[in-house]
């Protein structure tokens, strides 16, 4: 009987082994799979192709004229955090273009004019993003300069998302994800 039962054990443990090596070779292929499609996504937008794609979905999501100067993604050389770098940003909102003169006058200089930046750059954790939680790196605006103007109370440059589509399914409240930020800076 005690033979029938140590014969057992090693099958037993054997089995075990195989199977948490095979799970563990699952998830290696996966982080790298994960790691390659990064890398090449990376690797095909370059800044020359980033930037038009970055200011057209904008432009086309939001009421206002985006300008960008540049936008590079890095990710090989600061694995694990993909990083993002953004030269001269300049965001005109599009809700005071239609004021006839009489209103316009009590505007003030630029007042289309929402945002502008010199440069940003930040970094989000991709393994952390995979575990469902928010990692942004070392974020940086240089020189912001933010002109927020309200007209009337329905009017103002600052109301540039346009409203989404009322929706009609009912959804449950969720959390929000842990999100951690590691340094902000506004500089100049």
Do not use: C
């Amino acid at each position: 009987m005690e033979d029938k039962e140590k014969a057992e054990t090693p099958k037993r443990s054997g089995f075990f082994k195989k199977l948490a090596k095979t799970i563990m070779w699952f998830v290696i292929g996966i982080v790298l799979l994960i790691t390659l499609l990064l890398g090449g996504v990376v690797w095909v937008l370059t800044p020359e192709r980033l930037t038009p794609i970055v200011e057209q979905y904008a432009n086309e999501f939001l009421d206002a004229q985006v300008e960008i100067g540049r936008v590079e993604l890095t990710f090989w050389e600061t694995f694990p955090q993909l990083k993002v770098d953004v030269d001269s940003v300049t965001i005109v909102s599009d809700n005071f273009k239609e004021l006839d003169d009489s209103h316009r006058v009590l505007l003030p200089a630029n007042a289309d004019t929402l945002l502008s930046l010199t440069h940003f750059h930040g970094g989000v954790g991709v393994t952390a993003l995979m575990a469902g939680k928010i990692e942004v790196y070392e974020v940086e605006l240089r020189e912001p300069m933010i002109n927020l103007v309200q007209l009337d109370d329905s009017l103002s440059n600052f109301d540039i998302i346009p409203p989404s589509a009322p929706d009609t399914t009912t959804s449950s409240v969720s959390s929000l994800p842990e999100i951690a930020i590691d340094r902000f800076i506004i500089a100049d």
